[in-house]
């Protein structure tokens, strides 16, 4: 099987991508995961370590070819504040509880969590469930880990690298990965559009 052993990011590769891949949050962390893309190309991501990917990054395949990351629609929590300074401090106790945050125009996004949600709603915010792919802050280490990784000849030993005969992919944690399709994504202004690596499957 074919790999993809670096991740060339966002703004810094140009051309059509030979296919692409819609993953959630959890699974555009991985550095060892077999992946199918929207179009059906079949390849192992192997880098050498574990990279967070971003909506528009690629992940370039061994004869150069580029597979593009779309986030998949999920379950969020996007928050609203009275201004600015009022949005200021719900991101710092977003922050203070060490939780992914994404910055969406004059909007915060937050996976949905009932206890968070209440709290910002008791510090005045204002909460409404929503539908899109999430794309959080890198934090104070992103740019030193979302880099140009190439895979070396070690393997995590920890990890499933195989394959269940009836053709699903598995992740390294054992879970069913399904396949989205892009166009039923939300690509607003602000959302900061989708990733996608292994193709999560529905109908």
């Given amino acids: 099987m ?24 959890d699974d555009r962390h991985r550095r060892r995961f077999a992946m199918e893309g929207v179009g059906g190309l079949n390849f192992l991501l192997d880098l050498h370590e574990a990279v967070a990917l971003r909506t528009g990054d690629a992940l370039k395949l061994e004869d150069g070819r580029m597979v593009e990351v779309v986030g998949a629609s999920e379950p969020l929590a996007e928050i609203r504040a009275e201004s600015p300074e009022h949005l200021l401090r719900l991101a710092w106790h977003l922050g203070n509880r060490h939780l992914p945050v994404q910055v969406a125009g004059q909007k915060l996004r937050i996976r949905r969590d009932h206890v968070i949600e209440a709290m910002v709603q008791g510090l005045g915010g204002q909460v409404r469930a929503i539908e899109a792919a999430f794309d959080p802050e890198g934090g104070a280490y992103a740019q030193a880990t979302h880099a140009h990784h190439h895979g070396h000849d070690h393997h995590d030993h920890d990890h499933n690298h195989g394959h269940r005969h009836d053709d699903r992919h598995h992740d390294d944690r054992g879970h069913h990965a399904h396949k989205h399709d892009p166009a039923h994504h939300e690509h607003g202004a602000d959302c900061g559009c989708g ?3 292994h193709g999560h499957k529905h109908g």
């Fill in 2 to 25: 074919i790999r993809a052993t670096e991740v060339i990011a966002r703004g810094d590769w140009r051309g059509d991508p030979a296919d692409t891949v819609v993953l959630d949050f």
């Fill in 195 to 197: 990733h996608h690596h």
